[in-house]
């Protein structure tokens, strides 16, 4: 039986993307009761009831799941924050981080409108501080192109979704990697990505070089509800990296005995900030829980 990805979802139905265009399916009843609904992103297996109609008849394990957006198999977030207007927010962009990490993505940092810093100095900075974890980072402008090719790069090959706070350019930086996007999706919005007051509706777009993205950024609840005080080592990958080595098992790297991520962090092999932004993030789990405890 013929397979093929979830594009779009569209009043009831999904677009199964297949080598020979896109098919108009439903979805078996037996599905939704195995709660098993599909999303967008999803591999499947339909049958064909028609030309360019049919049922998707089951949905292939998932890799990675997101909320929000609502979308499966994402590989890859590509986090932007803007240098200037708005400044660089530290604390946020470790907490958005931190919610990559643990939906399984890997990650990159996507520095934007360079051409409003004095210098790179400041990306020069962040990409020293992130090195240790793992994440590329890339400072763009949509002003001078510079950086456009590096994303583009990125992109390729996978499926991708792009994160960051308002205002920073995200959409911008979509509608340069893909310029004929609104044309090809059909929308009359002059923006992509709007979809706070207005019903969201994801949507992944095959990107010209190969590689897929989805057209809308995801990550917008960025508290750490259902999150245990143990898990949170785990999303920094530099942590736990040193994590191994600490003295106890469930170590939460505070004032326990022979931690090895606080020493690193002494030594300045974990970058002290994002140590700090660690604490507060743990700190703010345990509030949690003492909360739902009460
Ligand atoms: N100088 C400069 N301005 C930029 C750059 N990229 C985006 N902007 C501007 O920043 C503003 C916000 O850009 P958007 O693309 O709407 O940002 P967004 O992240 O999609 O914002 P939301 O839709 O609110 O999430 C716009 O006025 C853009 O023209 C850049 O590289 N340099
Ligand atoms: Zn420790």
């Not at 013929?2 to 009043?11: C, D, F, K, S, Y």
């Not at 192109?145 to 583009?152: F, H, I, L, P, S």
Request: aromatic share 6%.
């Amino acid at each position: 039986m013929p397979e093929g990805q979830i594009v779009r979802a569209v009043g009831g139905f999904f677009d199964v993307r297949t080598p020979e265009g896109d098919i108009r399916c439903r979805a078996r009843g037996i599905l939704k009761k195995k709660n098993l609904s599909p999303l967008v992103g999803d591999y499947v297996i339909f049958e064909r009831t028609g030309p360019e109609e049919g049922v998707v008849t089951e949905v292939r394990p998932r890799r990675t799941q997101l909320v929000r957006p609502p979308i499966a198999n994402v590989e890859q977030a590509v986090v932007l924050f803007s240098l200037r207007e708005p400044p660089l927010q530290p604390v946020l962009l470790d907490r958005i981080l931190v919610h990559c990490e643990r939906a399984g993505l890997r990650v990159c940092i996507c520095l934007t409108k360079l051409d409003l810093a004095p210098d790179r100095t400041e990306v020069d900075r962040i990409a020293k501080l992130y090195a240790p974890a793992g994440y590329r980072v890339v400072a763009t402008s949509i002003r001078t192109g510079e950086g456009v090719e590096q994303v583009k790069e990125w992109l390729k090959g996978t499926l991708s979704v792009f994160a960051g706070p308002s205002g920073v350019g995200k959409s911008s930086l979509l509608n340069e990697i893909l310029p004929g996007l609104k044309l090809r999706t059909g929308q009359v919005s002059a923006k992509l990505g709007r979809g706070r007051h207005t019903t969201r509706r994801v949507e992944i777009i095959d990107l010209p070089d190969g590689g897929r993205v989805a057209d809308s950024p995801g990550f917008s609840r960025l508290d750490f509800t259902g999150m245990e005080e143990t898990d949170l080592g785990e999303c920094f990958p530099e942590i736990r990296e040193h994590a191994v080595h600490c003295a106890f098992r469930g170590c939460l790297h505070r004032e326990e005995p022979n931690c090895a991520v606080r020493e690193a962090a002494d030594r300045g092999e974990i970058d002290p900030g994002r140590y700090r932004h660690y604490l507060q993030f743990l700190q703010e789990i345990s509030e949690d829980r003492r909360f739902t405890r009460w």
